[in-house]
Every structure is written in structure tokens, then in C-alpha cells.
């Protein structure tokens, strides 16, 4: 069992509830140690006195507040003597809904956990009032010398809090954004086209088919300079789309994300654009030809055709493999 990273008690009213807090998430990035080039020679960070050049040990360093003509010394130890609640107390002051918390304001995700078994109906019956309501508790602690402020929720049978952002760290996009437009103008006709290209790319959420390829591509690099092979550089970005274009851009969007059957029984929608599509699949690859030979474009193009889920976070490799797989598939079906 993980270890908890902060212990103490939440409460509501009369109600106290002992809990332990848990880290919800982990990174799975990749971590490179820092070398000096052309060596194996590790480079390491070491405290120093920046007058004297000794290296500092962690018990003789202290905190200090650069108040101008000088420095304001605070130990560690004074400042859990003024954190409020002694840095134990998870407080609710109220409950919100969940919709008047904006995305913007939430930050990290923790899991909370009954601090002993003889304590698990009160939890159950906190979980349960909250998921009934939709409900999250606001409330403020101290943690590693820091106050924040939390939302604790009801999520998939247990609690979990949230960290959050204060309200003047929240920045104004007017402000932070130079190049942000006023009201632009929109037609109708680009507005109709724009929403049914959201519409037709609308998916399920499953959190699941979506994977971190850059890692993988790293983990890919990693290996392939241990053996002396190479890798693939990815494609550049796609370019710009100006303003004369748009429209174009997004009939093309509808068309390619839209399934070979919804496109046999569209209407056709005069001469130019007939002579467009018939362009288009006269210069797409013929069934029989390889993937390899395929840009990433094309590739993700079949793939939406083929209905491969998570298509749109795979590398070129992947959706290489994703429709051999499913057209392997097709072949044992058929047979």
C-alpha cells in the first residue's frame, strides 16, 4: 500500500473524520541524468555559499525574506507554528456545486482514505451524501508549509480532493494574450460547417484508448541509439489555415471524417464538389498498395474510415499496426 503524503482531520459541522491522503496521479515521463558531454560523468546540483564556494549541509540552511537592506531569517520550525490549524485540520467551510467550479481553478488530484477501519461509515456516509447532492466541499489546509485550497467530491465510490487555484492566480487571458481578437465576424455558413465538423468528430470519452506516444517515441530514440539504429523524424505541423481557405478547409474536414457509407447516401452537392471528392479518391492508394507507402495524413484518413479507436494521439508507426491488425481482422471474418 502506497504511502500517505498528509494525515489529519476532516470535518463538517460536529462531524470529524480522520483521514489520509493519497496521491492520485504519476508521470510517466521519461528521465534523463545529466552528463557532461563526451563523458559518463554524472552532473549534480549541490548547495553552495555562493561567498565562500564550501557546499552547505541540508541542517544549516534556513529560509530567508530579502527585505531590501536586509535579510528577515526564518526557521522551518515557525512556520508549522503559524500554519493554521497546525497543519492537521481539513476544514469544510461550505458546499458548492460542482458545475461553479471552472477547470481553470483545479490543479492536483488526491485520494482521501479513512484513517482506520472503525471509521469507515462515516466515510461512506460523507461519499455518499456528496454524490447524492453533487456536491463539493471547499475547504483550506496547510501541507509542506503551503495553504491550499480544495474541493473534496465524491468520485466512483470514494473521496477524492482537489487542489486548487487561488483566485489571483487565476490570470486574465485579455491581459496575458496580445493578439487576442475582439468579437470577429462569422457567416452563418462557416458557423453550420464548423459545428457539423465538431459533430461528426464527436467521440465517447475513454481515457483509456489515448497513450503518451512522445514517451513511446522517446523510449523508441532511447533504444534505437543503444543499437545504432535510427528513428523516424516526425512530420513537421500542418500548415496555417488563412482565412480564404477556411471554408474549403472545413467542407474537406466533414468530408474525410465522415464514414464511407454516410458518404454514399449524402446527396450530391453540385459539380465542383462532385469532381472534388472524385479527385481526392483518384489519387488515394489502392487497398492493395502498402501502409508504409502512406503519409500520416492518409494513414489517419484510413484509419477513420476503419473506425480505429484512439486514432488521434497515434504515431505513424501505430497506425501502421492498427490497420494491418484490422485488416487482419476483416480477412479471419471473411474466411
Given at each position: ?13 460536529l462531524v470529524t ?10 508521470s ?5 541524468h ?5 563523458t559518463s560523468?554524472?552532473?549534480r ?9 564550501d557546499?552547505?549541509?541540508?541542517d ?8 531590501g537592506?536586509?535579510?528577515?531569517v526564518?526557521?522551518?520550525?515557525e512556520?508549522?507554528d ?6 492537521k485540520?481539513?476544514?469544510?467551510t ?5 458545475e461553479q467550479?471552472e477547470?481553470?481553478?483545479f490543479?492536483?488530484?488526491y ?6 477501519k ?18 463539493a466541499?471547499?475547504?483550506t ?7 491550499y485550497?480544495?474541493a ?16 489571483d492566480?487565476?490570470?486574465d ?7 487576442l ?6 457567416t ?9 465538423l465538431v ?7 475513454k ?22 539504429e ?5 512530420e513537421p505541423p500542418?500548415?496555417s489555415t488563412?482565412?480564404?481557405d ?5 467542407r ?28 481526392a479518391?483518384s ?16 494513414l489517419?484518413e ?9 486514432r ?17 481482422r476483416?480477412?479471419a471474418?471473411a474466411?
Amino acid at each position: 500500500m502506497a504511502r500517505p503524503v498528509w494525515s489529519g482531520a476532516l470535518t463538517f459541522g460536529l462531524v470529524t473524520l480522520p483521514v489520509q491522503m493519497f496521491t492520485a496521479t504519476e508521470s510517466h515521463t521519461v528521465h534523463f541524468h545529466q552528463l557532461q558531454r563526451g563523458t559518463s560523468d554524472r552532473v549534480r546540483n549541490k548547495r553552495v555559499n555562493e561567498r565562500t564556494g564550501d557546499e552547505v549541509p541540508l541542517d544549516e540552511i534556513v529560509k530567508g525574506f530579502d527585505a531590501g537592506d536586509e535579510y528577515v531569517v526564518v526557521e522551518p520550525g515557525e512556520l508549522e507554528d503559524i500554519a493554521p490549524g497546525r497543519s492537521k485540520a481539513l476544514e469544510i467551510t461550505g458546499f458548492v456545486d460542482l458545475e461553479q467550479v471552472e477547470p481553470i481553478f483545479f490543479d492536483k488530484t488526491y485520494y482521501l482514505g479513512p484513517k482506520g477501519k472503525e471509521y469507515a461509515k462515516v466515510y461512506a456516509l460523507m461519499e455518499k451524501a456528496m454524490a447524492h447532492t453533487g456536491k463539493a466541499g471547499i475547504a483550506t489546509f496547510v501541507m509542506r508549509n503551503h495553504q491550499y485550497l480544495v474541493a473534496v467530491k465524491a468520485e466512483a465510490g470514494l473521496l477524492t480532493l482537489h487542489t486548487l487555484h487561488w483566485a489571483d492566480e487565476i490570470r486574465d487571458p485579455r491581459k496575458e494574450i496580445g493578439d487576442l481578437p475582439a468579437e470577429a465576424a462569422v457567416t452563418d455558413r462557416e458557423l453550420k460547417m464548423a459545428e457539423q465538423l465538431v459533430e461528426t468528430l464527436s467521440i465517447d470519452w475513454k481515457p483509456e484508448e489515448f497513450h503518451d506516444t512522445f514517451q513511446e517515441q522517446v523510449a523508441k530514440l532511447i533504444e534505437a541509439k543503444r543499437t545504432g539504429e535510427t528513428v523516424e523524424k516526425a512530420e513537421p505541423p500542418a500548415a496555417s489555415t488563412n482565412v480564404v481557405d477556411l471554408m474549403e478547409a472545413l467542407r474537406a474536414s466533414v468530408d474525410r471524417a465522415k464514414s464511407p457509407k454516410d458518404r454514399r447516401g449524402q446527396k450530391a452537392g453540385g459539380a465542383a464538389k462532385t469532381a472534388a471528392r472524385s479527385t481526392a479518391r483518384s489519387k488515394r492508394p489502392s487497398k492493395a498498395s502498402s501502409f508504409d507507402s502512406l503519409t500520416k495524413a492518409e494513414l489517419y484518413e484510413r484509419a477513420t474510415e476503419a473506425g480505429i479507436p484512439g486514432r488521434s494521439s497515434m504515431s505513424r508507426e501505430d497506425l501502421i499496426e492498427a490497420l494491418r491488425g484490422a485488416r487482419g481482422r476483416r480477412r479471419a471474418d471473411a474466411s
